[in-house]
Nanobody
Framework: QVLLVESGGGLVQTGDSLRLACAAS????????MGWFRRAPGKERELVAA????????YYIASVKGRFTISRDNAKNTVTLQMNSLKPEDTAVYYC????????????????????WGQGTQVTVSS
């Protein structure tokens, strides 16, 4: 059984930082690309950041570039999202997801590209 468990969400103020973590089990983690998505109230789900199987390729949406950093530790089966300079518009439920394609660069940008999902963790940024 594949499990992706997110942690690290919470309520913070504008400008604060949070570090989200996703612990994976039940899959050959190093064979999977990983992504962090978010869904804000009243908005569609969007890919925030993604990383390929060995960490050599990453992707960020424009609104988080320079503020968020995605990384992975294949020895610990974890992927993290360091979020700095948080803004109220970053408020959302954040989900990690696993993509079984083992590409040299990130190619998976849609939710349907991903095979497994976590339950999500709430991030709320107050102004």
């Amino acid at each position: 059984q594949v499990l992706l468990v997110e942690s690290g969400g919470g309520l913070v103020q504008t400008g604060d930082s949070l570090r989200l973590a996703c612990a994976a089990s039940g899959l050959a983690f190093s064979m999977y690309g990983m992504g962090w998505f978010r869904r804000a109230p009243g908005k569609e789900r969007e890919l925030v950041a993604a990383i390929n199987w060995n960490g050599g390729s990453t992707y960020y949406i424009a609104s988080v570039k320079g503020r968020f950093t995605i990384s992975r530790d294949n020895a610990k089966n974890t992927v993290t999202l360091q979020m700095n300079s948080l803004k109220p518009e970053d408020t959302a439920v954040y989900y990690c997801a696993a993509d079984r394609r083992r590409d040299s660069i990130v190619r998976s940008f849609r939710g349907e590209d991903y095979d497994y999902w976590g339950q999500g963790t709430q991030v709320t940024v107050s102004s």
